[in-house]
T-cell receptor, first 114, second 114 residues
């Protein structure tokens, strides 16, 4: 089944404790991205990747890191989480950036930083 | 700058009643337009999209949307709502040359009364 998976689905942590949220897709998509969803703000892009070893900042990159060492994986790293990073996070992938390529979303990771 | 407005934060309709969710966008040129649905605990699923041509677009689950250039709107409709349609709905726009620059509205939460 074609899908985007994320782990963990739920995470409660404390300020400053490094964490990684994994994202993996099995569709051989070149493009992957991370969003955060906050009430009243919709989804905002954190980082994206056009291909292996190619990443760039989205609208809200502060406090996050990413890497793309393999085509299928795109982990999101919070090296020193803070309470304002409490949010619902989505990973997405698409074939490319050609006009209107559909983005496929993972199930989300709900992160709480105490 | 491009933006997407969903004027209704929360809508309640009775099962079997018709539904219209509003979406207005601000953009320099006609963008690609999307509607996504997010069921509780799930990721976003594409309902439908508009690229060009017929301004009335049919999607999955019995939804349709109409693009009105003069009003910069892309409203989502369903003639008869089912209890399983209760979810959050997001309108999104993306420029024709770069699907990475997708912008999401804040979302409309739909409650369905029995």
């Amino acid at each position: 089944e074609a899908q985007v998976t994320q782990n963990p689905r739920y995470l409660i942590t404390v300020t400053g404790k490094k964490l990684t949220v994994t994202c993996s897709q099995n569709m051989n998509h070149e493009y992957m991205s991370w969003y955060r969803q906050d009430p009243g703000l919709g989804l905002r892009q954190i980082y994206y990747s056009m291909n292996v070893e190619v990443t760039d900042k989205g609208d809200v990159p502060e406090g996050y890191k990413v890497s793309r060492k393999e085509k299928r994986n795109f982990p999101l790293i919070l090296e020193s989480p803070s309470p304002n990073q409490t949010s619902l996070y989505f990973c997405a992938s698409s074939l490319g950036l050609a006009g209107g390529d559909e983005q496929f979303f993972g199930p989300g990771t709900r992160l709480t930083v105490l | 700058a491009q933006s997407v407005t969903q004027p209704d934060i929360h809508i309640t309709v009775s099962e079997g009643a018709s539904l219209e969710l509003r979406c207005n966008y601000s953009y320099g040129a006609t963008p690609y337009l999307f509607w996504y649905v997010q069921s509780p605990g799930q990721g976003l699923q594409l309902l439908l999209k508009y690229f060009s041509g017929d301004t009335l677009v049919q999607g999955i689950k019995g939804f349709e949307a109409e693009f009105k250039r003069s009003q910069s709107s892309f409203n989502l409709r369903k003639p008869s709502v089912h209890w399983s349609d209760a979810a959050e709905y997001f309108c999104a726009v993306a420029p024709r040359y770069n699907n990475n620059d997708m912008r999401f509205g804040a979302g409309t939460r739909l409650t369905v009364k029995p």
